[in-house]
């Protein structure tokens, strides 16, 4: 996800948590259409080496995510890209 893996997102010293600037990094990916509607997230282990965070942070973060409606987890499947919700008229 991060096209560096030297030039992570993730600054230690900034005053936020960790999984927040993580989940807030990927949520500009898919605003900025960098991650489409379906596209699969590597798995939380995975996430985690990327960003130079534990496990249990990327798990944190990846919930984050899902709270706020951008990405859909699916056991057994992974975590994906949700699709916008189609608006309805009044």
Known sequence: MTSDPEQSPIDPHKIAYVYMQ???HIA???A???L???ARLPGERDLA???GVAHLTARRATRELRE???VVTLP???TFV????AETGP
């Open 22 to 24: 993580m989940a807030d």
């Open 28 to 30: 500009d990916r898919i």
């Open 32 to 34: 900025k259409g960098e």
């Open 36 to 38: 489409r509607p379906g």
């Open 49 to 51: 080496v990327e960003y």
């Open 68 to 70: 706020r409606g951008l």
């Open 76 to 78: 057994a499947k992974g």
């Open 82 to 85: 949700a699709y916008p919700e």
